[in-house]
């Protein structure tokens, strides 16, 4: 009998220390993808963004869609100094609109964000992608609807 409580006993003992084991490696690897998932919130598993994988600088074309002109032909010219300069020409009217300042990269350095230095309005969100730039709405969303196309920046030098 003595030794019948003696084995449950220990089978007891073995079966609780290694429960406990299990509930370790659970809390172990729990944490371990908590911290993979808030790094990626920031940038790519591997470290690149656009920022510093793309070669992002140079001038970039499109042609916005206009409420009463055919258009608005839009050259962006990011530097890598950390400047750009924007011109917007409204086709079939005598109306340029110019704009100079810096450029603020987001966190997750994919979207650049395009600081007047004399006037806030004219601030605008791109996203930056191989070859290109994507507009953003003053959300940071990529825009939607029949019109998307239109804001997709080539680049042309």
Known sequence: MKKIIFTISLLGGVLI????EKTTDTTVTTDTLQQQTTASDTMNHDGHNANNSLDWAGTYEATLPCADCPGIKTTITLKTDGTYEYTATYLDKDFVNKSTGEIMWHNNGSVVH???KD???NDMQLK???????GLDTEGNEIEGALKEHYNYKKVM
Request: with cysteine; net charge neutral; proline share 0%.
């Open 17 to 20: 220390s290694c429960n406990k």
């Open 114 to 116: 395009l600081k007047d």
């Open 119 to 121: 006037n806030k309005e």
């Open 128 to 134: 930056v992608i191989e070859n290109g730039l994507i």
